[in-house]
Nanobody
Framework: QVRMVESGGGLVQAGGSLRLACTAS????????MAWYRQTPGKQRELVAS???????NYADSVKGRFTISRDSTKNTMYLQMNTLKPEDTAVYYC????????WGRGTQVTVSS
């Protein structure tokens, strides 16, 4: 079992920055794939960024050049640095881990005001 807990969401003005963190706890080995997703009411959850245990990253086109995903395996923590935030980035952000199954956090709200 892997428990995922997000932190770092909040309210920020357009153009500002936020850093999200997701810490995994429980009994597990190397988590090969971790990702951040986001969801707004009435829409499907969408992939924002992903990172493998080898450090390979992937980003949605809408966040390329503004968001940076990283992970610290020693702390079992994944981060999402979000810069130049836009109102359309407003969503609930979820962390995800693929370790012999899918594990999700409960989400953290990010609100970007114009």
């Amino acid at each position: 079992q892997v428990r995922m807990v997000e932190s770092g969401g909040g309210l920020v003005q357009a153009g500002g920055s936020l850093r999200l963190a997701c810490t995994a706890s429980g009994s597990f080995g190397i988590i090969n794939f971790m990702a951040w997703y986001r969801q707004t009411p009435g829409k499907q959850r969408e992939l924002v960024a992903s990172i493998t245990s080898g450090g390979n990253t992937n980003y949605a086109d809408s966040v390329k050049g503004r968001f940076t995903i990283s992970r610290d395996s020693t702390k079992n923590t994944m981060y999402l640095q979000m810069n130049t935030l836009k109102p359309e980035d407003t969503a609930v952000y979820y962390c995800y881990a693929d370790y012999r199954g899918a594990y999700w956090g409960r989400g953290t709200q990010v609100t970007v005001s114009s």
